[in-house]
């Protein structure tokens, strides 16, 4: 195969490895690329150069002097603004932290450039991350390279325009109501959100003038965004594992996550599929792709699939209120009190509402609802599959739209299918089913049971195999 930006992260840390190519010129290939098409695209809100030829300059010097690399060696990628780097400027698409450099790494962080992984900069994110779009107050408007009038959604949105615009093959997003599934789906791509627990998470933004401020403690995922399962596998193999600054953290060895990326049969598995959870309203074209693809798994793969619904009501609102509940309410208010006319707006009514005791209790009775819901359904089932998300990719500079099919809805409605999976923690990973009568892309979700993420690589894997999706490109950026 011959290298390119086309090519995926697996097949460049082994060139890397074999002296087929140096890491040094990955980097500055990548970099040129991101000159070329960020000033469009607007993925990357802190760029760093000078760290991506100091980090690859490193990885030559090691394979030169017979020295063990990483399963990344000279990878290039982006991290999520949300995400911790030390030294490099966190600014969390906010202006209160526009100045803001932490002065550790996430875990995450840290064990990507263990493995050799080549740090391009920090990608763009809403506000926070209270979105599920790509633009901010402080930096310019995150685009889909699929069309540049659309969003790449959020709120690893920078993350999503990145990797589907062959800036880099991988990047980390964070997902803690389907922040990395998101964009994942509205940009083409492959994005995991593991167990609760398997990839720690430490430190999250902090700042002594706010602590703790982007805390969603029982919601947040970090996970990979790829074009390929295992390019998405290969990064898990490296970020999940226990660490002792996460209490959620949980004991590593019960996945070969570059195993389970292997296609396998998958005749005779049983396989739910909820085209809108009895209740969600969903546009006519997704139901169309994501049905398509879900014929894939009965016609192709040997499947039984069932129409089933696991049951639950709605869980909008107690979503909502689990991250009040978990969010920094004294530290966010001293926040708009000094920057409030400049923040996100329905971020401020959420920040500023008169929140109480009974809208958390209330909130956990939910959660609790849906995790029997839906441990008491999967239990008939191996895998569950719905759309990835109730829309395809919409206009810039709005939230959400507020009619799906005729029905007038809420703003963050078209996210009725990736935030029930946080409140569960369950494994659940977004692929490509395919694209609308206009080019743009649709998710086709794979949920597992608890800690069944084997299962859920296992059938994005055999679907990839399938109907393959790594070939296709944005003409943007061809």
């Given at each position: 195969?011959?290298?390119?930006?086309?090519?995926?992260?697996?097949?460049?840390?082994?060139?890397?490895?074999?002296?087929?190519?140096?890491?040094?010129?990955?980097?500055?290939?990548?970099?040129?690329?991101?000159?070329?098409?960020?000033?469009?695209?607007?993925?990357?809100?802190?760029?760093?150069?000078?760290?991506?030829?100091?980090?690859?300059?490193?990885?030559?010097?090691?394979?030169?002097?017979?020295?063990?690399?990483?399963?990344?060696?000279?990878?290039?990628?982006?991290?999520?603004?949300?995400?911790?780097?030390?030294?490099?400027?966190?600014?969390?698409?906010?202006?209160?932290?526009?100045?803001?450099?932490?002065?550790?790494?996430?875990?995450?962080?840290?064990?990507?450039?263990?493995?050799?992984?080549?740090?391009?900069?920090?990608?763009?994110?809403?506000?926070?991350?209270?979105?599920?779009?790509?633009?901010?107050?402080?930096?310019?408007?995150?685009?889909?390279?699929?069309?540049?009038?659309?969003?790449?959604?959020?709120?690893?949105?920078?993350?999503?325009?990145?990797?589907?615009?062959?800036?880099?093959?991988?990047?980390?997003?964070?997902?803690?109501?389907?922040?990395?599934?998101?964009?994942?789906?509205?940009?083409?791509?492959?994005?995991?959100?593991?167990?609760?627990?398997?990839?720690?998470?430490y430190p999250g933004t902090k700042d002594e003038r706010y602590p703790g401020v982007s805390s969603w403690e029982s919601l947040e995922h970090i996970g990979p965004m790829a074009r390929t399962?295992?390019?998405?596998?290969?990064?898990?193999?490296?970020?999940?594992?226990?660490?002792?600054?996460?209490?959620?953290?949980?004991?590593?060895?019960?996945?070969?996550?570059?195993?389970?990326?292997?296609?396998?049969?998958?005749?005779?598995?049983?396989?739910?599929?909820?085209?809108?959870?009895?209740?969600?309203?969903?546009?006519?074209?997704?139901?169309?792709?994501?049905?398509?693809?879900?014929?894939?798994?009965?016609?192709?793969?040997?499947?039984?699939?069932?129409?089933?619904?696991?049951?639950?009501?709605?869980?909008?609102?107690?979503?909502?209120?689990?991250?009040?509940?978990?969010?920094?309410?004294?530290?966010?208010?001293?926040?708009?009190?000094?920057?409030?006319?400049?923040?996100?707006?329905?971020?401020?009514?959420?920040?500023?509402?008169?929140?109480?005791?009974?809208?958390?209790?209330?909130?956990?009775?939910?959660?609790?609802?849906?995790?029997?819901?839906?441990?008491?359904?999967?239990?008939?089932?191996?895998?569950?599959?719905?759309?990835?998300?109730?829309?395809?990719?919409?206009?810039?500079?709005?939230?959400?739209?507020?009619?799906?099919?005729?029905?007038?809805?809420?703003?963050?409605?078209?996210?009725?299918?990736?935030?029930?999976?946080?409140?569960?923690?369950?494994?659940?990973?977004?692929?490509?089913?395919?694209?609308?009568?206009?080019?743009?892309?649709?998710?086709?979700?794979?949920?597992?049971?608890?800690?069944?993420?084997?299962?859920?690589?296992?059938?994005?894997?055999?679907f990839e195999a399938a109907k393959p999706w790594a070939h296709m490109w944005p003409a943007l950026v061809q």
């Amino acid at each position: 195969m011959t290298l390119s930006w086309q090519s995926d992260a697996a097949t460049l840390a082994e060139a890397v490895r074999a002296k087929r190519v140096s890491a040094v010129e990955l980097a500055k290939a990548a970099l040129a690329r991101v000159e070329q098409l960020d000033t469009t695209l607007h993925a990357f809100c802190t760029p760093t150069p000078d760290i991506a030829l100091r980090e690859a300059a490193a990885v030559d010097a090691a394979i030169a002097a017979g020295a063990p690399v990483g399963p990344l060696a000279g990878v290039p990628y982006g991290i999520k603004d949300l995400i911790c780097t030390k030294d490099v400027r966190t600014m969390s698409g906010a202006v209160a932290y526009a100045d803001f450099v932490p002065d550790e790494d996430d875990v995450v962080v840290e064990r990507m450039r263990a493995a050799g992984a080549v740090s391009l900069g920090k990608t763009n994110v809403p506000e926070y991350g209270y979105s599920g779009v790509g633009h901010n107050p402080v930096c310019e408007t995150t685009v889909n390279p699929w069309n540049i009038e659309r969003t790449p959604g959020g709120s690893s949105a920078g993350s999503g325009a990145a990797v589907a615009a062959g800036l880099c093959p991988i990047a980390l997003g964070s997902d803690g109501g389907g922040s990395v599934r998101i964009p994942s789906s509205f940009c083409g791509l492959v994005g995991v959100k593991a167990s609760m627990g398997r990839v720690p998470l430490y430190p999250g933004t902090k700042d002594e003038r706010y602590p703790g401020v982007s805390s969603w403690e029982s919601l947040e995922h970090i996970g990979p965004m790829a074009r390929t399962v295992r390019d998405a596998a290969l990064m898990l193999s490296i970020i999940a594992g226990p660490d002792d600054r996460d209490r959620m953290s949980i004991p590593a060895g019960d996945v070969d996550w570059l195993a389970a990326a292997q296609p396998r049969d998958l005749k005779g598995l049983r396989v739910a599929y909820s085209a809108d959870w009895g209740y969600a309203a969903v546009d006519p074209e997704v139901r169309r792709v994501v049905g398509e693809a879900v014929r894939v798994f009965e016609r192709d793969l040997g499947c039984i699939v069932e129409e089933a619904h696991p049951g639950f009501a709605d869980p909008y609102g107690a979503f909502w209120g689990i991250v009040a509940a978990e969010t920094d309410l004294k530290g966010m208010r001293a926040i708009v009190a000094e920057h409030g006319g400049k923040m996100t707006p329905h971020l401020v009514d959420f920040i500023t509402r008169d929140w109480k005791a009974e809208d958390f209790t209330d909130a956990l009775m939910v959660r609790k609802a849906v995790v029997n819901k839906m441990w008491r359904f999967m239990r008939g089932y191996d895998i569950l599959l719905t759309p990835t998300l109730a829309v395809p990719p919409f206009a810039l500079h709005i939230q959400g739209v507020e009619k799906i099919d005729g029905r007038m809805v809420p703003p963050f409605q078209w996210l009725a299918f990736t935030f029930p999976l946080n409140l569960t923690g369950q494994p659940a990973a977004t692929v490509p089913a395919g694209f609308t009568a206009s080019g743009l892309p649709v998710g086709l979700q794979i949920i597992g049971r608890h800690l069944a993420d084997a299962s859920v690589l296992q059938a994005a894997a055999a679907f990839e195999a399938a109907k393959p999706w790594a070939h296709m490109w944005p003409a943007l950026v061809q």
